[in-house]
């Protein structure tokens, strides 16, 4: 998938967000976007490093306890 692609995904996804609040003002986007992306993200990354934290974190570009972290807060530890 081009970044193209991804930016397009995006913006359709943000475009039906708004049609979907029928003018209500939008509150908290930036945070809500950046949430409802960093699970899948996570879940992704985990299963193609195989579980592998040190791995994963590598390929994110953060540290191994963000990482650590990040996956306690979205419920993604067993």
Not at 19 to 43: C, Q
């Amino acid at each position: 998938m081009s970044q193209t692609q991804i930016d397009r995904c995006i913006r359709s996804t943000l475009e039906q967000y708004f049609h979907d609040l029928r003018g209500t003002e939008p509150s908290g986007v930036h945070e809500m976007i950046l949430r409802a992306a960093e699970r899948p993200l996570l879940e992704s990354v985990m299963a193609r490093a195989e579980g592998n934290q040190s791995r994963a974190a590598a390929w994110l570009g953060i540290n191994r306890n963000t990482l650590h972290r990040k996956l306690r807060e979205h419920g993604l530890l067993e």
